[in-house]
């Protein structure tokens, strides 16, 4: 199995930018579908991005289209997410998460996946 560690979170201004970063060991990186999360506090855990095996195919959010972007790297192990134009409703915990299924290629929902990383808290700031 696949492990996943975030970083790249921390506190910005709004209007900011980020990038995270989602290393995974283990297994071939490559052999899993991933997706990007996030939970504020006393919300539920949400869809932010999903990113297919290869990278080809990606799916975002709707609000956060434009201005969130998904990567990944096949070679590096690493999956990505940029995140523009940062704002205070964006604070929350961020997750990456990981999935083996065949038959997810973008999940959008947390039970498609069997594999999370610790997380990474990122704070924007009025």
């Known amino acids: 199995q696949v492990q996943l560690v975030e970083s790249g979170g921390g506190l910005v201004q709004a209007g900011g930018s980020l990038r995270l970063s989602c290393a995974a060991s283990?297994?071939?990186?490559?052999?899993?579908?991933m997706g990007w999360f996030r939970q504020a506090p006393g919300k539920e855990r949400e869809f932010v991005a999903a990113i297919s095996r290869s990278g080809g195919s990606t799916e975002y959010a709707n609000s956060l289209k434009g201005r969130f972007a998904i990567s990944r790297d096949n070679v590096k192990n690493t999956l990505y997410l940029q995140m523009n134009s940062l704002q205070p409703d964006d604070t929350a915990v961020y997750y990456c998460?990981?999935?083996?299924?065949?038959?997810?290629?973008?999940?959008?929902?947390?039970?498609?996946?069997?594999?999370w990383g610790q997380g990474t808290q990122v704070t924007v700031s009025s």
């Open positions: 998460a990981g999935s083996l299924a065949r038959t997810i290629l973008l999940g959008t929902s947390p039970r498609s996946y069997a594999y």
């Open positions: 283990g297994r071939t990186f490559s052999t899993y579908a």
